[in-house]
């Protein structure tokens, strides 16, 4: 599975993004699709993930509430829709397509690159 992740930007605080992470490859809907972020110094974080079906999604306390994860199976697409961001939300998020429901980033076998999400205050 290859992982392409897109959507970041610069956007001021309050504001909103979404990101998108299109998958290669013929199982797609076999993967749960987690999406992580990095900031600068920090360790990888998870931010949330959803379950293979779409049916089922798990957050990050952090972003609960704020962030919605979704998937389109037929478009081999996950999606992060971030809305009220705050500075503290500044990171490189990537999205992981793994075989287990978790938030470690060692349950996800591949990795996108990553797509830079800035917010100012």
């Known amino acids: 599975v290859q992982l392409q992740a897109s959507g970041g930007g610069l956007v001021q605080a309050g504001g909103s993004l979404r990101l998108s992470c299109a998958a290669s490859?013929?199982?797609?809907?076999?993967?749960?699709m987690g999406w992580f972020r990095q900031a600068p110094g920090k360790e990888r974080e998870f931010v949330g993930a959803?379950?293979?079906?779409?049916?089922?999604?798990r957050y990050a306390d952090s972003v609960k509430g704020r962030f919605t994860i979704s998937r389109d199976n037929a478009k081999k697409e996950a999606y992060l829709q971030m809305n009220i961001l705050k500075p503290e939300d500044t990171a490189v998020y990537h999205c992981?397509?793994?075989?287990?429901?978790?938030?470690?980033?060692?349950?996800?076998?591949?990795w996108g690159q990553g797509t830079q999400v800035t917010v100012s205050s």
């Open positions: 992981a397509a793994g075989r287990y429901y978790g938030s470690s980033p060692s349950m996800y076998d591949y």
């Open positions: 959803v379950s293979g079906s779409g049916g089922s999604t």
């Open positions: 490859g013929r199982t797609f809907s076999s993967y749960v």
